[in-house]
C-alpha cells in the first residue's frame, strides 16, 4: 500500500534520465557485515539466532579477523542455510573448545570445513573428545595441508562447494586419526549424493 520514491519535479526528461543513471555512484552495496548488523538491529530471526550463538561462545563478527573475532560473517549464514543452526553451533563450539585464540581457523573455507566435519560425525561426536584430539593440531598447519591437497585450487569464493568441504573435512579427520588406536579411528567416506552449491 505504500511505497518510497523520489519525486523529480521541474526536470527535463534529459535531467530525469541523467539522474536515474547516476544515482547510485556514491552508493556502495552493503557487506556482509553491514547485512549482518542490520539484520540483528531489525530483528530478523535467523541473524539474531546467529548471533546468540556468537554470544553463547563470545565470538563477534568484525572486519577484522582476530582472536574471537570472525570477518566471513556470511559463511555462518551459508552453514546454517546448507546445514542447520545446530550445527553452526556445534561448529562454533568445536572451535571454542578445541582453539579459542586462533585466528586462522575462523577462516571461511575452515569454517566450511568444520560444518562439513559436524554433519557427518557431529551428532555422535562430543565436543570435549574432539578438542582434547585437536588443540594441539594447528589450524594454520591443517590449511596448509588443505591447500597442497587442492594443488592451488582452493580459493574463498570456492570454499563452501562440496569438493573443498570435503578435502579439509578430510584434513580434519587424518588429524584426528593421527596416534588414535585402529578401533576408535574416524572413517570418512565419499558419498555421491547431489545437492546444490
Not at 556482509?32 to 531489525?42: E, H, M, R, Y
Not at 563470545?58 to 542447520?84: K, N, P, Y
Not at 579427520?173 to 596416534?179: E, L, Q, R, T
Amino acid at each position: 500500500s505504500e511505497v518510497r520514491c523520489i519525486v523529480l519535479d521541474g526536470v527535463t526528461l534529459w535531467e530525469e534520465a541523467d539522474f536515474f543513471r547516476t544515482q547510485g555512484v556514491d552508493c556502495r552495496p552493503l557487506n556482509a557485515l553491514d547485512k549482518f548488523n542490520a539484520g540483528v538491529i531489525a530483528q530478523d530471526p535467523h541473524y539474531v539466532a546467529i548471533d546468540a550463538l556468537l554470544k553463547k561462545y563470545d565470538f563477534r563478527v568484525t572486519h577484522q579477523s582476530g582472536c574471537r573475532c570472525i570477518a566471513a560473517v556470511d559463511s555462518l549464514s551459508r552453514i546454517v542455510s546448507m546445514f542447520s543452526f545446530k550445527v553452526l553451533d556445534q561448529v562454533l563450539a568445536y572451535i571454542s573448545a578445541a582453539w579459542p585464540t586462533d585466528a586462522t581457523i575462523v577462516r571461511r573455507e575452515m569454517l566450511a570445513g568444520l560444518a562439513e566435519f559436524v554433519s557427518r560425525f557431529g551428532e555422535g561426536f562430543p565436543v570435549m573428545p574432539f578438542a582434547a584430539q585437536l588443540q594441539d593440531k594447528h589450524p594454520s598447519a591443517m590449511l596448509y595441508e588443505f591447500q597442497g591437497r587442492m594443488n592451488g585450487r582452493a580459493t574463498a569464493r570456492s570454499a563452501f562447494n562440496r569438493m573443498n568441504r570435503y578435502v579439509f573435512c578430510g584434513v580434519l579427520v587424518d588429524s584426528y586419526n593421527k596416534g588414535m588406536p585402529k578401533n576408535r579411528k574416524l572413517t570418512l567416506n565419499w558419498t555421491p549424493e547431489k545437492e546444490a552449491e
